[in-house]
Structures are given as structure tokens and as C-alpha cells.
């Protein structure tokens, strides 16, 4: 991440100098496991500068807050949760910037999750196997032709191999609160054999909604799943419980489970072939 770039952006926008001297405040650089992998375009690592912390908040914050109407002092996203992580960040070498990030957070150096913040996972915590969650899974919507989300996903592997994680997890978000879509999304999932039934998880009560799951697809609901979801999919991973509506984020979660045992071989391949 260039700092002149930061400067820039900070010289335009007073502001964000506060957010950034607040963050430098408060915020301990972190990096339990080191991640580099570089292309032409693209250098794909674990942030450890306060630079690429701030600038991948800026970025998480106009893809998850800002466009919803949801308000945040800072003007980045940022939670209790962020100093304690890995953050991988995708920087566009031409661009200068990062463009995309994925969050990372595995049980060899910590036993909270977020997810614990939707759902009821103890059931899956308590099972044998290091377990890795993802989250906050961000990429600039100029730079949504598959080669970043690939990147981001070869970081992941190199960083379940360096954690000897077994399961990767998190929640998985779909940008709806339509209690028919959320429905009509379960229905699908079930329909293609994506609900997982080797653990009983379920939202927690603040996050749970009634839904009438019995009937058929609703005709005109179309069923899209967002990019990142979808890899997750392809991996063989599966769907665990009824969503949790998360309000503050204006979309429903997918508790979603990832055994790297029973990975799709070709995923594992093209991602995870040195685990």
C-alpha cells in the first residue's frame, strides 16, 4: 500500500486524518502468519502497516456501510475484532491500492470468533481440528473479473497450510432482509444438497427470523449467488442452519463450513494443492 497514496486522500479529506491517527491510537498491528504471493499485476499479503489496515477499512467501509446508508464516526469499518486478525490485502501494483481483502482469524491463537456473534457454533468449536474463520470478504468493484478473488483464495490455502487449519467457516452474506428471498435461498440450498447436517448450528435468538421454508421456489425470485459465496460452494463446503439477519449490515448470513478433508479435488488443486 503506497503511504503516499494515504497522504493524498488524507490531504483532500481532513477527516480521515482523525480516523487514522484514532486507529493509530488504539489499533495493535498484528500478524500471526505471513502470507506474500505476487503476480504482474497483483502482490497478494498479510497488512502490516497501519497504511493497508486504514486503507482496506476505507475500502470495507464504502462496500459494506456507506452504500447500505449505514453511518460509522470514523467513516471506516472497524470492530473489536479486526486488531487481533490477519488480514490478507490484494494491492493493485499499477493502480497502487488495495483492492481487495479477506479476514482471517484461526483457533491457534484465539478461541472467540465473530460468528459466535450470530450463531451458535458450539457444537462445531468443540470438535477436534484447527479451525479457521473468514470474514469480511471485500473486493473493489472494479476489480471483479475473478483474478483478485483467485488471489485471495490462494492466500487462504498458503494461510491454512502455515495454520494446519482443517475447517475454514464464517458467515457468508447475502444483501437482502426479504424474508421470502432468505426462503427461497434456504430452499435452493437444500434442493442441491448444500445443508449441511453433521452440526447443530442456529442463529442466535437477536438474529433469528421465522421462515416458511416447506413451500416450492418462489417463481420470481432469482437465485444469485454473490461471487465469493459461490467459490465457497465450489469448494465443497456447506451451509449450516437458517440465515441470521444481521440489521446492521441490511443482509441475512449463511453460517457456511469448509472441511479441507473433503475438499472438491479440483478446488483443491487449483487452491489448497500443498495442503
Known amino acids: 500500500?503506497?503511504?503516499?497514496?494515504?497522504?493524498?486522500?488524507?490531504?483532500?479529506?481532513?477527516?480521515?486524518?482523525?480516523?487514522?491517527?484514532?486507529?493509530?491510537?488504539?489499533?495493535?498491528?498484528?500478524?500471526?502468519?505471513?502470507?506474500?504471493?505476487?503476480?504482474?499485476?497483483?502482490?497478494l499479503k498479510t497488512a502490516n502497516h497501519y497504511s493497508e489496515i486504514f486503507q482496506l477499512l476505507l475500502l470495507r467501509y464504502r462496500n459494506f456501510l456507506s452504500r447500505s446508508g449505514t453511518f460509522m464516526s470514523f467513516g471506516i469499518d472497524l470492530d473489536e475484532f479486526d486488531s487481533t486478525c490477519d488480514h490478507l490485502i490484494v494491492i493493485d501494483k499499477v493502480k497502487k491500492k488495495i483492492c481487495g481483502t479477506y479476514r482471517l482469524r484461526a483457533s491457534t491463537y484465539t478461541d472467540i470468533f465473530y460468528s459466535e456473534n450470530e450463531f451458535d457454533l458450539?457444537?462445531?468449536?468443540?470438535?477436534?481440528?484447527?479451525?479457521?474463520?473468514?470474514?469480511?470478504?471485500?473486493?473493489?468493484?472494479?476489480?471483479?473479473?475473478?483474478?483478485?478473488?483467485?488471489?485471495?483464495?490462494?492466500?487462504?490455502?498458503?494461510?491454512?497450510?502455515?495454520?494446519?487449519?482443517?475447517?475454514?467457516?464464517?458467515?457468508?452474506?447475502?444483501?437482502?432482509?426479504?424474508?421470502?428471498?432468505?426462503?427461497?435461498?434456504?430452499?435452493y440450498f437444500k434442493a442441491n444438497n448444500l445443508i449441511g447436517t453433521k452440526y447443530k448450528i442456529f442463529p442466535l435468538p437477536q438474529y433469528k427470523e421465522n421462515l416458511d421454508c416447506s413451500k416450492e421456489l418462489i417463481n420470481n425470485i432469482k437465485i444469485e449467488l454473490p461471487p465469493l459465496l459461490r467459490t465457497y460452494l465450489a469448494g465443497g463446503a456447506k451451509?449450516?442452519?437458517?440465515?441470521?439477519?444481521?440489521?446492521?449490515?441490511?443482509?441475512?448470513?449463511?453460517?457456511?463450513?469448509l472441511d479441507l478433508n473433503q475438499l472438491n479435488l479440483s478446488f483443491k488443486r487449483r487452491f489448497f494443492k500443498e495442503i
Open 122 to 187: 458450539n457444537d462445531f468449536l468443540k470438535i477436534p481440528g484447527i479451525k479457521l474463520e473468514l470474514g469480511r470478504a471485500c473486493i473493489d468493484k472494479q476489480c471483479r473479473d475473478g483474478a483478485v478473488i483467485n488471489l485471495l483464495w490462494k492466500g487462504i490455502g498458503l494461510y491454512a497450510k502455515k495454520s494446519q487449519a482443517r475447517f475454514l467457516f464464517g458467515c457468508s452474506s447475502i444483501k437482502t432482509l426479504n424474508k421470502d428471498i432468505a426462503s427461497s435461498y434456504y430452499r
Open 239 to 257: 451451509i449450516y442452519g437458517s440465515p441470521a439477519f444481521d440489521y446492521s449490515f441490511k443482509c441475512i448470513d449463511f453460517l457456511t463450513i
Open 1 to 43: 500500500m503506497s503511504t503516499q497514496y494515504l497522504l493524498g486522500t488524507c490531504i483532500r479529506f481532513p477527516s480521515i486524518i482523525r480516523s487514522y491517527l484514532k486507529l493509530t491510537s488504539f489499533f495493535k498491528l498484528n500478524e500471526n502468519y505471513t502470507i506474500k504471493i505476487e503476480t504482474d499485476r497483483y502482490l
